[in-house]
Each structure stands twice: as structure tokens, then as C-alpha cells.
């Protein structure tokens, strides 16, 4: 079955580190993949997804993600945190048969930013 | 821009009791979705609807749960007796038809469900 593995539960970053979180899936065919974040008691937005193309996919909030199909990897990255990015990150993993199927969350990470 | 809504924002229920989880898809989207995600744990598919029927659902989607488009605007989730497990977040989600999914896949603001 398709899973999708976000290997850190808690992440804890000053304001202006850097900022990698690892995703990797397991589907062996083609996938859509996506980021969304969940601010503390609101719902999920959509950061960036990649289907196709380039693999290195521009967000919001200036968030991008590179696509590494040799890895089964679609990373999130940010050059320099804010405070107002702490919330739930999940990566989401899709069959791209159709883009009406549904998605495959990972367990997501939990950014905290400190001043 | 077009959005999912979700009512209510918060539900508390006794345990036993039946609940309707009541969501507005984006219009012209023809794919429904329900996700829950109990706290502290990751967003979990139960069920997808197209074409007035079930298209696909989860292990977790079992006989207690049912989904209805009543009206040809709302999509709803009942859930018949409801258990403290239930508790949960629970999102609902649209998509378009063909050549519109990847584009429409939108989530609701989701209904908190507190089973007591």
C-alpha cells in the first residue's frame, strides 16, 4: 500500500535558520505530491504540489520543494524561517492516474520557531 | 476564491448518539472527500463520492459511517452511534472533473467532533 514517511515528528529552529523537512514515499508509479501546512486551530492549506515538469516546485510563503524521483523524495525547504511559520507540516502523496484520487498523508512535523 | 464550507466550525455529542457533519463542495466539483484527523495524529481518508455513490473508502469507513448528497449543493457524513474514538477533526474536501482535479483539490476549515 502507498504510504508516505515524514521522519521528523518536531522540529525546533531560531528565526532566519534554514529549514529542510524529509518526505519520502513509496508508490512505485507516477505521483502528485504536495505540502500542506496546518497553523495551530485552523485547517489545511496548500503549499506547493508538483505533478509534473521541473522538480523543483515554488510555493507560498516562500516555501519550495525538489522532487528527487531516485529517492522517492519531495523535501521542503525554506533558506530562513519566520515565527509565523510554526505549524503542522504534512506531505501528501496522490496516484496521478487522476487527480481526483484521494491522498495519502504522512504523519506530519510540527515546526516550532523561536525568537 | 472558491471555497469548501464546512458546518459546524465545533460539535460535541454524547457517546451513543448520531451526528451530521454538513459540508458545501466548490460548485462545479464533481469528486467529494471526507478525511478525519484525531488529534495529534496524521489526516486519514475515509471515503471519496462521485457520481452519487461511493467511489472509494478506507478500512476506518465502516458500517456506522454514510455519506449523502441530499440536495445536489451539500455533502454530508453521518455517523450513526457515535463512539469516543470518533473524536476527531473531521475535513472535507472537493476536486474538479477531468482536467480540473489537480487544480481544485480543496480542503473545508473541517468540523471538530467531540464525542463525550
Known amino acids: 500500500a502507498q504510504s508516505v514517511s515524514q521522519h521528523n515528528h518536531h522540529v525546533i529552529l531560531s528565526e532566519a535558520a534554514s529549514l529542510e523537512l524529509g518526505c519520502n514515499y513509496s508508490?512505485?508509479?507516477?505521483?502528485?505530491l504536495f505540502w500542506y501546512v496546518q497553523y495551530p486551530g485552523q485547517h489545511l492549506q496548500l503549499l506547493l504540489k508538483?505533478?509534473?515538469?521541473?522538480?523543483l516546485v515554488k510555493g507560498i510563503k516562500g516555501f519550495e520543494a525538489e522532487f528527487i524521483k531516485s529517492k522517492f523524495s519531495f523535501n521542503l525547504r525554506k533558506p530562513s524561517v519566520q515565527w509565523s511559520d510554526t505549524a503542522e507540516y504534512f506531505c501528501?502523496?496522490?496516484?496521478?492516474?487522476?487527480?481526483?484520487?484521494?491522498?495519502?498523508f504522512g504523519k506530519g512535523t510540527r515546526l516550532s520557531v523561536i525568537a | 476564491e472558491p471555497e469548501v464550507t464546512q458546518t459546524p466550525s465545533h460539535q460535541v455529542t454524547q457517546m451513543g448518539q448520531e451526528v451530521i457533519l454538513r459540508c458545501v463542495p466548490i460548485?462545479?466539483?464533481?469528486?467529494f472527500y471526507w478525511y478525519r484527523q484525531i488529534l495529534g495524529q496524521k489526516v486519514e481518508f475515509l471515503v471519496s463520492?462521485?457520481?452519487?455513490?461511493?467511489?472509494?473508502k478506507s478500512e476506518i469507513f465502516d458500517d456506522q459511517f454514510s455519506v449523502e448528497r441530499p440536495d445536489g449543493s451539500n455533502f454530508t457524513l453521518k455517523i450513526r452511534s457515535t463512539k469516543l474514538e470518533d473524536s476527531a477533526m473531521y475535513f472535507c474536501?472537493?476536486?474538479?472533473?477531468?482536467?480540473?482535479?489537480?487544480?481544485?483539490?480543496?480542503f473545508g476549515s473541517g468540523t471538530r467532533l467531540t464525542v463525550v
Open positions: 508538483y505533478f509534473s515538469g521541473d522538480p
Open positions: 460548485s462545479n466539483h464533481l469528486y
Open positions: 508508490y512505485g508509479g507516477t505521483v502528485n
Open positions: 474536501a472537493s476536486s474538479g472533473g477531468s482536467g480540473t482535479g489537480l487544480k481544485g483539490y480543496t
Open positions: 463520492f462521485y457520481n452519487n455513490e461511493i467511489s472509494e
Open positions: 501528501a502523496a496522490q496516484p496521478s492516474l487522476s487527480g481526483n484520487t484521494p491522498l495519502v
